[in-house]
């Protein structure tokens, strides 16, 4: 709770400096200030969000994100990192894979479709020893199968899912809780 008011603090200070500095009279300041408070109220009470600091920075970062320099970018990256997550179980669940066995890669670092590509068949051994799980011997072959012709895969997945968007076939590969930014998975 304590870092997200440091966050809050931090970005109200930064919007409210750079719209004092914009604005050259004293009272005109005072006035484009006291709209932002108005209306960060009104969306309060429209929205009722259940954690109001959260909402309070991503409102500022949506609406005021050129004003955070640069702040708005990193405050969104977990969402665009949980995109990618996503994309790599719908890459695992393409080859006929479980979104556990996913899981087990998302938890050594390779959460993202570029870092699948310098996997090969000698590393899943360690994926496997890392996570403390003892794949079947289907997986296994699967996943052999996969990393031995990865580039392939992967760009065959890309054409599937780039296909799959033009007929609206829905992948759910962007399905992402935007209250918390975790993966939905429920499916």
Not at 22 to 38: E, F, H, I
Not at 63 to 87: C, M, P, Q, T
Not at 133 to 149: A, E, T
Request: aromatic residues 12%.
């Amino acid at each position: 709770m304590i870092k997200y008011f440091n966050v809050l603090c931090y970005i109200y200070f930064e919007v409210l400096t750079k719209l004092v500095k914009k604005m050259s009279p004293k009272n005109y300041s005072r006035r484009a200030v006291s709209k932002l408070l108005n209306c960060l109220s009104e969306e309060i009470e429209k929205q009722q969000p259940k954690n109001v600091i959260h909402f309070m920075v991503d409102f500022l970062c949506k609406n005021y994100g050129s004003h955070l320099r640069g702040f708005a970018h990193v405050w969104d990256v977990d969402i665009e990192l949980e995109k990618e997550k996503k994309l790599v179980i719908e890459f695992f669940k393409s080859q006929k894979l479980t979104t556990e066995i996913a899981k087990h890669f998302i938890n050594v670092g390779f959460d993202s479709m570029e870092s699948l590509l310098y996997l090969n068949v000698h590393i899943l051994d360690d994926i496997e020893k890392f996570n403390k799980v003892n794949w079947l011997p289907g997986h296994k072959i699967r996943l052999q199968q996969m990393f031995s012709n990865i580039d392939e895969n992967v760009k065959k997945f890309y054409m599937e899912y780039e296909e799959g968007a033009k007929n609206n076939m829905d992948y759910n590969c962007i399905r992402v809780n935007e209250r918390n930014g975790e993966i939905d998975d429920t499916y």
